[in-house]
């Protein structure tokens, strides 16, 4: 597609639901970006993806969250046993190449994930 | 390590006027720097960018922004402010801190634009 896919783009969720969110990146970028953005704050890194390789997860919360992208294109962000803190938009992100700092990231316009 | 401060959470200006957003950053590496604009319930959206050609970097809808190293500073400008302007801005910083060219975003700025 043109640009970063995210969905659902709404979703609520009873406390210790689990959740999964979707995130189909730009054809071809060989980057892909996990951030949470919490009510009124920016956004914060969560774990990031070169091809299929999963290289940086430091940014994950809890082993609560998970994300994996096996075929090095469309990637999942799994919420398991979901708390109210929780509740954030998950932006997606990707960008061309994986090298130089100056490389252009493109994000999807995010999951916003309530839990109740 | 690498950081962004930025120094107002809100401002507010009048339509037609101009548009200051402050920005201060540390990093360890020569940094990229960035302005994203978040409209409500949207994406974010690329501003501009610096990778350390011209100080003096020009984005989209008449924003831009002057990298002054001395300053450790990147801030947003914009000569006359539209009432499409209102919306979250953020300050961001990109370095090979970890693996891949993470974004380390600043709190934002939220811009109000009276008629």
């Known amino acids: 597609g043109a640009g970063v896919s995210q969905s659902p783009r709404y979703k609520v969720a009873k406390r210790g639901q689990d959740v999964a969110l979707r995130c189909d990146p730009i054809?071809?970028?060989?980057?892909l970006f996990w951030y949470q953005q919490a009510l009124g704050q920016g956004p914060e890194f969560l774990t990031y993806?070169?091809?299929?390789?999963?290289?940086?997860k430091s940014g994950l919360p809890s082993d609560r969250f998970f994300a994996e992208r096996p075929e090095g294109s469309v990637s999942t962000l799994k919420i398991q046993r979901t708390q109210k803190e929780d509740s954030a938009v998950y932006l997606c992100?990707?960008?061309?190449?994986?090298?130089?700092?100056?490389?252009?990231?493109?994000f999807g316009e995010g999951s916003w994930l309530t839990v109740v | 390590a690498q950081s962004v401060t930025q120094l107002d959470s809100h401002v507010s200006v009048s339509e037609g006027t101009p548009v200051l957003l402050r920005c201060n950053y540390s990093s360890s590496y020569s940094p990229s720097l960035f302005w994203y604009v978040q409209h409500p319930n949207k994406g974010l959206q690329l501003l501009l960018k610096?990778?350390?050609?011209?100080?003096l970097v020009k984005g989209i809808n008449g924003f831009e922004a002057e990298f002054k190293k001395s300053e450790t500073s990147f801030h947003l400008t914009k000569p006359s402010a539209h009432m499409s302007d209102a919306a979250e801005y953020f300050c961001v910083v990109s370095g090979l801190v970890r693996a891949g060219n993470m974004l380390t975003f600043g709190g934002g700025t939220r811009l109000m634009v009276k008629p």
């Open positions: 993806f070169q091809n299929e390789a999963q290289l940086d």
């Open positions: 054809s071809g970028h060989v980057s």
């Open positions: 992100a990707s960008s061309f190449s994986t090298g130089g700092t100056g490389n252009t990231i493109y």
């Open positions: 610096y990778t350390s050609a011209a100080t």
